[in-house]
């Protein structure tokens, strides 16, 4: 009888464990088809601000604005197969990034790293922050030109590390759903990364009003 009950036992255990590496899988498979999506969309609106220069004849702008999104575009490429990326390289990317559409739309920013985090060894989800600061971008200081700011800072909060970015634009119900395809995208993909993480967890935070937006992800238990 003690053997049978073993035997039963440890059958139940593979199962379980079958089932589990199985859903892990699944959750990775829909996780690469997540990042596969963002990334087209980031290179599309970025093509389509080089377009909007041209139309403007601003040449100069252009061209400046498409060699930033040539060495953009190969480091999201070379990014592609990895789901995680160094602190310094994503303060890189978003810097890149700003840079080019603030040749478009003239808005100051700022990107600060608490003396806390170690840039070069702690990695984070790459492309987390892309889609809400392009969002920052398109919909909140676009028309603001020289007035238009947007913040982006990144502390560490005992084992938390804390990514926010904020605007000064004019905000929007968060409540309500929106078909911005990025923030789609991100949200789902972070129920993801929290289902496959089951001691790190990310929580995303929004809050909007008429003097801007902040976006905060606490990245908790990170360190």
């Given at each position: 009888?003690?053997?049978?009950?073993?035997?039963?036992?440890?059958?139940?255990?593979?199962?379980?464990?079958?089932?589990?590496?199985?859903?892990?899988?699944?959750?990775?498979?829909?996780?690469?088809?997540?990042?596969?999506?963002?990334?087209?969309?980031?290179?599309?609106?970025?093509?389509?601000?080089?377009?909007?220069?041209?139309?403007?004849?601003?040449i100069d702008n252009a061209n400046r604005y498409l060699k930033r999104f040539s060495r953009l575009t190969r480091s999201v490429l070379?990014?592609?197969?990895?789901?995680?990326?160094?602190?310094?390289?994503?303060?890189?990317?978003?810097?890149?990034?700003?840079?080019?559409?603030?040749?478009?739309?003239?808005?100051?920013?700022?990107?600060?790293?608490?003396?806390?985090?170690?840039?070069?060894?702690?990695?984070?989800?790459?492309?987390?922050?892309?889609?809400?600061?392009?969002?920052?971008?398109?919909?909140?200081?676009?028309?603001?030109?020289?007035?238009?700011?947007?913040?982006?800072?990144?502390?560490?909060?005992?084992?938390?590390?804390?990514?926010?970015?904020?605007?000064?634009?004019?905000?929007?119900?968060?409540?309500?759903?929106?078909?911005?395809?990025?923030?789609?995208?991100?949200?789902?993909?972070?129920?993801?990364?929290?289902?496959?993480?089951?001691?790190?967890?990310?929580?995303?935070?929004?809050?909007?009003?008429?003097?801007?937006?902040?976006v905060s992800f606490r990245l908790k238990d990170w360190i």
């Open positions: 009888v003690v053997l049978l009950i073993f035997l039963w036992y440890r059958t139940r255990q593979k199962k379980r464990l079958r089932q589990y590496q199985l859903q892990t899988q699944i959750t990775k498979a829909q996780l690469n088809a997540i990042r596969l999506r963002l990334n087209p969309h980031f290179v599309f609106n970025a093509l389509s601000g080089i377009q909007n220069l041209i139309n403007k004849n601003e070379d990014e592609d197969f990895k789901e995680s990326i160094s602190v310094a390289d994503e303060i890189n990317l978003l810097d890149d990034y700003l840079k080019m559409e603030q040749l478009r739309f003239g808005f100051q920013y700022t990107i600060h790293a608490d003396e806390l985090v170690d840039m070069e060894n702690t990695e984070i989800p790459s492309m987390l922050v892309q889609p809400f600061v392009e969002n920052a971008v398109k919909y909140g200081v676009y028309q603001k030109g020289s007035e238009g700011r947007i913040n982006i800072d990144i502390v560490q909060e005992d084992r938390d590390i804390i990514l926010r970015v904020h605007d000064n634009g004019t905000g929007f119900d968060t409540a309500k759903e929106y078909d911005g395809l990025g923030i789609k995208l991100s949200r789902s993909r972070i129920d993801l990364l929290n289902t496959l993480q089951k001691s790190a967890k990310i929580i995303l935070d929004l809050n909007s009003g008429d003097k801007g937006t902040i």
